[in-house]
Each structure stands twice: as C-alpha cells, then as structure tokens.
C-alpha cells in the first residue's frame, strides 16, 4: 500500500472520529500523529 493510500485512510478515520464527537481515549492523537510520520517519511508535509 502506498504512502499516500495510509495517509488518506488515517485521515478519513480520523474524520469520524472527530464527527463523532466522543471521547476515545486519545486515538485522535496517536492518528494525527500518524499522520505527521507519515507525511515526513513521504515528503509531503504540511504545515
């Protein structure tokens, strides 16, 4: 699977996440922090 299909994934969940609204022990965090390896080890970093 490709970088960028991870990354997509991750934020796509953590979409619902957010929309949901619940509190989920952090996993928002650990996916946004996912999401930042991801885009360094890619070199495709936002900022």
Known sequence: MK???K???R???LHKLIVN???NN????RIMREIRN????SGTATK
């Open 38 to 41: 991801l885009e360094k080890q």
């Open 11 to 13: 934020k796509d969940r």
């Open 21 to 23: 609204g619940k509190d």
């Open 3 to 5: 970088t960028e299909d």
């Open 7 to 9: 990354i997509a994934i």
């Open 26 to 29: 952090g996993a928002q965090r």
